[in-house]
């Protein structure tokens, strides 16, 4: 349920499309960096685990309500990579 304990706090973590690698993630709660390794990760304050299960949800449903609002960020990519069969 994207919960990883790290010390005493529990973490919200989930691996996101590789598009979103080192991008915002506009979230209803506020902007968060995904990492280089394409995984949101932030803490959720919380030592309780009843307490940071119900965050996670939360945290879940804005991540999938920013995912589907959002667009992936283009990218850019070589002529080498176009199909050349393609009509234009």
């Known amino acids: 349920m994207y919960l990883l304990r790290?010390?005493?706090l529990f973490h919200f973590?989930?691996?996101l499309p590789?598009?979103?690698q080192?991008?915002?993630l506009n979230l209803a709660s506020g902007p968060r960096k995904?990492?280089?390794n394409g995984y949101l990760r932030f803490s959720l304050g919380t030592g309780n685990r009843r307490e940071a299960e119900r965050l996670a949800r939360r945290y879940a449903v804005e991540v999938d309500e920013a995912l589907q609002a959002q667009p992936p960020p283009c990218t850019r990519i070589s002529v080498g990579q176009m199909n050349p069969k393609a009509r234009f």
């Open 22 to 24: 080192g991008q915002n």
């Open 13 to 15: 973590s989930r691996k």
């Open 6 to 8: 790290r010390g005493a």
């Open 18 to 20: 590789d598009a979103f």
């Open 34 to 36: 995904v990492g280089g």
